[in-house]
Nanobody, 116 residues
């Protein structure tokens, strides 16, 4: 069974940085796409960033220039480097992986809180 295990959330002051990590387990196959989503209290889950197997990336306008998504295909992991964090980045961040044979797989979520 394919599982995603996230780590790296926490509390940070505005302007600070955090790095989220997501590891794929239970398979030797690599996802064709990996992504990070987030959900703030009272809001819908939104797409933050995606990365394809060949490395092509996309970002939400709200995080462009501040967040960087990357992946290590050999280790089946995806990272989200978050810089210049703002209070509005506070949310539960979810890792997502997709492969045709799996469908969508989700991590359990990790809390990111940006506050002074």
């Amino acid at each position: 069974q394919v599982q995603l295990v996230e780590s790296g959330g926490g509390l940070v002051q505005p302007g600070g940085s955090l790095r989220l990590s997501c590891a794929v387990s239970g398979t030797l196959s690599s996802p064709s796409r990996m992504a990070w989503y987030r959900q703030a209290p009272g809001k819908q889950r939104e797409l933050v960033a995606t990365i394809a197997a060949v490395g092509r990336t996309t970002y939400a306008d709200s995080v462009k220039g501040r967040f960087t998504i990357s992946r290590d295909n050999a280790k089946n992991t995806v990272l989200l480097q978050m810089n210049s964090l703002k209070p509005e980045d506070t949310a539960v961040y979810y890792c997502n992986a997709y492969r045709l044979t799996w469908g969508d797989v989700w991590g359990q979520g990790t809390q990111v809180t940006v506050s002074s």
